[in-house]
């Protein structure tokens, strides 16, 4: 395929963990040796090499989780150390995708440069939200409101529980359904920059695939997000088949559209430009007739505001496994590193499997080059998801895996933008449509 055919795998990506970089380093050094180049199946100059943390699944976890990734770095190195020395002649990048483990994170790293907005809110001991944003969303709650709404919080109403705090389904006094997230109390200083990014950028967001914003309560040790409910459950708890019918085929093609499209919005057209962070399966939401809407903008970011300016430098957060290798090396931060994120989620939607599954056979552990390796070896139908019954054309099925891989190149320059992204998913939706009709 011709955009995977501009692939290029240059640069060598560094272990999640700074705090014990050097140790990192070297074990990633060391293992990195024994890997073979890495051709890609059209025109792959594979140099690549990447880090190997793994974990099981993603969930979101403070800085503490630089140990931990170290701590399965330790453990997990000898198998891949061992799988490349058995593999060393296959013509496959090992290291381009082995981005791996799975914890939402959070690094201090490179100070950070964003510029003054006037959406940004000044640190504050009591933490305020500004003026500004005081009269933002259209939904004005008191605690007692809230108390009433969510039933004095009541575990009845509980639908989620995140990095953030807990998630309620709220009925207000005229009847609309809302959901609640409620911050953390024993994380109230840790809160501020997650709550006020989250209001912040929220506010400033009004398209069908993003979650949109309500309103906030700040009062006393209260942190409340109050945001449209979407009744249908996370993406991830459909692929695990936890809400009843498997998606299909087409629905999953016009999920990962609808992605497409909500990130398409916050990377081109919102007032400026914002990167969310943490794109993945557990934080894109569906409506009863199954379109998709992207949520949990805490980690989010507005983009570089110069017209000079190529990237922001800062810390690194998000989910590893879905997180951007050249982000994770450089602390600089692109739109692209939501493309990155989004080729993850796309093989993902199409294979079920999430980023890392630890329990797969050595090869298959880490889903994308595991999905990479098929890709390579022109064997992409063993790679859709077995609980979908309809029988996808190799064509097809090559065209969206090729345009996955294209999004998670380790290079973000080999990144196609977002708006691309989405023109591609269509054209491949037609394709599927036509073939169909053909029968
Ligand atoms: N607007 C909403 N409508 C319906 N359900 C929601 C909504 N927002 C969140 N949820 C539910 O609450 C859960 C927790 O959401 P939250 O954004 O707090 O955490 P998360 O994204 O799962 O984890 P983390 O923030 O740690 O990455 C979600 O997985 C989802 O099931």
Redesign the pocket.
């Known amino acids: 395929m011709e955009m995977v055919a501009t692939l290029r795998a240059t640069s060598e990506v560094i272990i999640v963990n700074w705090t014990f970089q050097q140790i990192g380093r070297e074990l990633l050094q060391k293992d990195s040796k024994d890997e073979s180049p890495v051709p890609d199946r059209n025109n792959y100059q594979g140099e690549e090499k990447n880090d190997s943390n793994f974990v099981s699944r993603?969930?979101?976890v403070g800085i503490l989780a630089a140990g931990s990734v170290l701590a399965c770095c330790v453990f997990l190195c000898p198998c891949f150390y061992k799988k490349r020395r058995e593999t060393s002649d296959t013509a496959l990048t090992k290291d381009q995708y082995t981005m791996d483990s799975a914890s939402?994170f959070e690094v201090n790293s490179a100070a950070e440069k964003i510029p003054a907005s006037p959406y940004r809110v000044p640190p504050s001991p009591r933490f305020s939200m500004s003026p500004q944003l005081s009269r933002l969303g259209s939904v004005h709650l008191n605690m007692s409101q809230v108390a009433r709404a969510t039933r004095n919080f009541s575990p009845s109403l509980q639908?989620?529980?995140?990095?953030?705090?807990?998630?309620y389904?709220a009925q207000l006094d005229n009847g609309h359904i809302?959901?609640i997230?409620r911050g953390k109390k024993e994380q109230f200083e840790n809160l501020r920059t997650e709550f006020s990014s989250e209001v912040e950028l929220l506010a400033k967001i009004d398209h069908r695939n993003l979650?949109k914003l309500l309103g906030y309560v700040d009062q006393g040790h209260e942190r409340l997000i109050i945001?449209?409910?979407?009744?249908n459950?996370?993406l991830?708890?459909h692929l695990d088949g936890q809400r009843g019918k498997i998606l299909d085929f087409n629905q999953r093609l016009e999920i990962a559209i609808d992605v497409a499209h909500g990130l398409t919005y916050l990377h081109l057209y919102a007032e400026k430009q914002i990167i969310h962070r943490?794109v993945?399966s557990?934080?894109i939401?569906l409506t009863e007739s199954m379109r998709a809407?992207v949520?949990?903008f805490?980690f989010a970011k507005l983009g570089p505001m110069e017209s000079d300016e190529t990237h922001i430098s800062t810390k690194v957060k998000g989910?590893v496994g879905y997180l951007d290798p050249e982000y994770m090396k450089t602390y600089q931060l692109t739109a692209k590193s939501d493309v990155y994120s989004f080729g993850v989620l796309l093989v993902e939607i199409m294979t079920g499997r999430r980023p890392v599954e630890l329990k797969r056979p050595v090869e298959e552990r880490v889903t994308l080059r595991w999905a990479f390796n098929k890709y390579n070896d022109r064997r992409v139908t063993e790679l859709v998801d077995p609980l979908m019954v309809e029988v996808v054309g190799a064509d097809i099925l090559d065209k969206i895996f090729g345009l996955a891989i294209q999004c998670a190149a380790p290079i973000r320059a080999d990144r196609p933008d977002m708006k691309l992204v989405g023109e591609q998913l269509w054209a491949i939706r037609a394709d599927y449509v036509r073939s169909m009709r053909r029968g």
């Open positions: 993603p969930e979101k939402s639908i989620g529980e995140g990095g953030f705090g807990t998630v389904k809302v959901a997230k979650v945001t449209e409910y979407v009744p459950g996370t991830r708890e943490d993945k557990s934080n939401l809407k949520a949990d805490g989910t």
